[in-house]
């Protein structure tokens, strides 16, 4: 575990892409292939479920450092991190635990959670006892369920490849899907034998993602070499038809087959050798539902008849991966394009219901295009989805030829009346708030946003809750109603569960109007405007 | 024997002394201040006259002016204020810090400052005196503000650098200008490459060198034409150069915070720095106990910090501890403290 702390300390070390590229690199050079496969787990967001109660870690814990509860808290209001908090508190130990990582996790760690309780507190206390300190945060995170590293899955993917001297496809690919840790899985994963029948049925594409476009559209060149789709707020997803068999894929990688019966079913009519990508949507009496309404589903782990008929789901295609058993994602995107249009056309009617090729909109020119999305908020979508025609199907979140043209969010000047420590990066900052706005003379809760304000105004935020605290709820602060703040949101819904009667999506802080004071924040009687907009 | 402890209270200026009428760290201009240190959330200007240490003069002459009334006292010296005995003892914070002893009729507080025990080539070892009333500062009395021996930190920051030499990258190390800055220069290896500083920096080891305090030599880095000659440097800066275009001018660099709070990960990723090293001039959580133990104190009040944390701890562990609400610009505040010192 040693080698893999030190990756672990490395990569939080650095913000720089190319230290993280090469400290990875530096890793997988000397781990051992069963080791390496661990910490590919770990580092692609895999992670055990918490193997002892954080509870229970904490307990022992503060027994260990000779610290009461209630200090306890008040260091991890501090730390805003339990694994941390504990790795802190412990005493000094300059030892370090040479046990390899697979040793550790297979059998140290996994098996644990099927012990009594004072055996787990006998192995966590010996594994403590033989450990330096960021051993134990890791080690703690891991026992916790916790665990996750600063990294994303595309410079895990590049220093593989750069390592292997494959393409960063096919680590990409090859680390998609389920898999096992085991020294196995990894040398078939930077081995260079690149076997046709290697590829696992079930195994999907990497998703091509988009980025916001944040310059003028007439930099994209002449509009006639774009193709504009709507943008839809549902869930991404993959679908997959080979050897008789349906797998559908969620961009956060989980297999979501079982969690869309309808579409799995309609997909079963799908030739073999077919890959789509598309959007799941709620979609009633041919319109689309609110992305809340589809949580409600997303939310449920058994789909029950009553759901299926009260929040019946589409997909929306916008392209085809794979046709006739072929990778064709080198293909221009236009070609690919006609491919799908024809091949949906050509299912029965049933399942075209469920399976629809996405709307493209043409126009001239771009202020034409610009005219047609404001249609967006009437339509229910979120903007447009322009791609370049003649594009291939790339991998991963890419500058270029695939970007997102969201229309505006709505936004609201609300009012700060509670506020709470952060945790992480701004625990010990008052950075988690609670907006007001006013309905019928009083300022009622509104919405809670975390983020969107600079370093420096969290600080002048925090050092005014602190400043003007007038109750403490246990970690929640009251403050003197004072600071005016302008909100974004995406969607807005009615809600008997919250008091201001709505409830709003992605909630954020836009900017600080400190040109407002409070009698200016907005009411009810508008947000009451924005649901006729949206007309739910 | 049974102190009264109405020596030293608190007003709307600052500590006061009836007895001896004079303030100790006043934040507002006063007739006599006895000071503490030269931060500047203890030594505020424009007081008529002051107290402080001889050892610290030529920082007192930068932070208080050179037209300030400045009476100066070596540590174990005593002098009678109205009748009140006053010394200086080192608090081990910085150069010429103080903890002040005062005495009237029997009755004896000490007012330590801000101070630290762990070992400091650049300023005298903290000294335990024992009182009747002991105040203390809580800035990090929490235990999971515990301190690495400064040795180990010093090779982690001479590693980093090592390593950045190598890599072509100069090394730009963020630290308090006043104290912190030169305890890191006398304790790293100055064999390693060229060391530069910011004028604020500069200016202080100056004053350190002229009070006798031994620091590699240092070039102040704006006297630099050429950007290659930062290459594979050290570059000692206060934290708020860190976020100005100053930094441009060392074109490849990676960037470090030494501070107490940088033991929380939370708080290093805040300053968005590629490192941090745990270096604090204050006492970590077991310090705070020891100078609290060796004090004897009936009384302890405390001030600075973790306030009420430190109250309720002091008071569960058998002592007597009552809370003293100053306004030191650090109070509570992490961010606070990096500020007061730029």
Known sequence: ?536 | MKAKSSLIKLNDKGLYCAAGDFYIDPWKPVKRAVVTHAHADHAYRDSQNYLVTKEGEKLYRIRLGFDANLEMMRYGETRSINGVKVSFHPAGHVLGSAQVRVEYKGEIWVISGDYKLAPDPTAAAFEHIQCHNFITEATFALPIYRWQDTRKVAEDINDWWRRNKEQGKASILCAYALGKSQRILALIDSSIGKIFTHGSTQRLNSAYRESGINLPNTTYAKAVEKKSEFQGSLIVAPPSALGSTWVKRFGNYSTAFASGWMIVRGARRRKAVDRGFVLSDHADWEELQTAVRESKAETVFVTHGYIAEFVRWLNENGYNAKPLQAQYVGEEGSEAEESSED
């Open chain 1, 1 to 536: 575990m040693k080698l893999f702390t030190e990756l672990y300390v490395e990569l939080d070390q650095t913000n720089k892409t190319n230290e993280k590229v090469e400290a990875l690199k530096f890793y997988f050079e000397r781990a051992k292939s069963e080791d390496a496969a661990w910490a590919l787990y770990f580092l692609s967001g895999r992670k055990p479920r918490q193997i002892v109660p954080s509870k229970k870690l904490r307990e022992w814990a503060m027994d260990l450092s000779g610290v009461e509860p209630w200090l306890y808290e008040e260091c991890y209001h501090e730390v805003g991190d339990g694994a941390e908090t504990i790795a802190l508190l412990l005493p000094f130990n300059s030892r370090t635990d040479e046990t390899p990582l697979h040793i550790l996790v297979e059998q140290k760690l996994l098996p644990l959670r099927a012990e009594a309780e004072n055996n787990q507190h006998e192995a966590v206390i010996s594994a403590w006892q033989a450990m330096d300190y960021s051993q134990r945060l890791i080690y703690n995170k891991l026992i916790a369920g916790s665990f996750r590293v600063g990294v994303s899955q595309l410079l895990v993917t590049r220093a593989l490849s750069q390592l292997s001297g494959l393409p960063t496809d096919t680590i990409a690919q090859r680390l998609m899907g389920e898999w096992q840790p085991t020294a196995e899985f990894y040398e078939k994963l930077v081995s260079s034998e690149m076997d046709a029948d290697e590829t696992p049925i079930a195994r999907p594409f990497p998703f091509h993602l988009a980025y916001q476009v944040d310059f003028p559209l007439e930099d994209l060149g002449d509009v006639y070499d774009w193709q504009a789709e709507w943008k839809w707020d549902g869930i991404r997803a993959q679908i997959i038809k080979r050897e008789n068999q349906v797998f559908m894929w969620s961009r956060g990688e989980d297999l979501i087959t079982e969690r869309f019966p309808e579409i799995a079913q309609a997909a079963e009519n799908l030739p073999n050798g077919t890959v789509l990508d598309g959007e799941i949507l709620p979609w009633l009496d041919n319109q689309v539902q609110s992305f809340m309404v589809l949580q409600r589903r997303i939310g449920r782990k058994n789909v029950t008849t009553k759901m299926l008929a009260e929040i019946p789901v589409i997909l929306q295609c916008y392209d085809l991966l794979e046709f006739s058993g072929e990778d064709i994602r080198a293909e221009e995107l236009n070609l690919r394009r006609q491919k799908l249009e024809s091949l949906l056309a050509n299912l029965d009617e049933e399942t075209s219901k469920i399976l629809r090729p996405t709307e493209t909109v043409s126009a001239d020119s771009w202020e034409e295009l610009a005219k047609k999305r404001e249609q967006s908020r009437s339509l229910r979508v979120e903007g447009f989805m322009l791609k370049r025609l003649n594009s291939p199907y790339r991998v991963g979140r890419q500058r270029g030829d695939w970007w997102k043209w969201k229309i505006d969010p709505y936004t609201i000047d609300a009012v700060l009346i509670y506020a709470q420590k952060g945790t992480g990066k701004r625990a010990n900052l008052f950075t988690d708030y609670t907006f007001a706005i006013w309905k019928d003379g009083e300022l009622v809760p509104f919405a809670k946003a975390y983020s969107g304000l600079t370093d420096k105004e969290i600080r002048k935020v925090d050092r005014f809750v602190r400043d003007n605290t007038n109750e403490t709820f246990g970690p929640v602060r009251s403050v003197t109603p004072q600071l005016v703040f302008e909100l974004a949101f995406e969607g807005i819904q009615k809600s008997t569960r919250h008091k201001s009667g709505v409830a709003v999506r992605f909630p954020r802080i836009l900017r600080w109007r400190d040109d407002k004071k409070i009698e200016d924040a907005d009411t009810i009687e508008q947000i009451y405007a924005l649901l006729e907009v949206e007309n739910i």
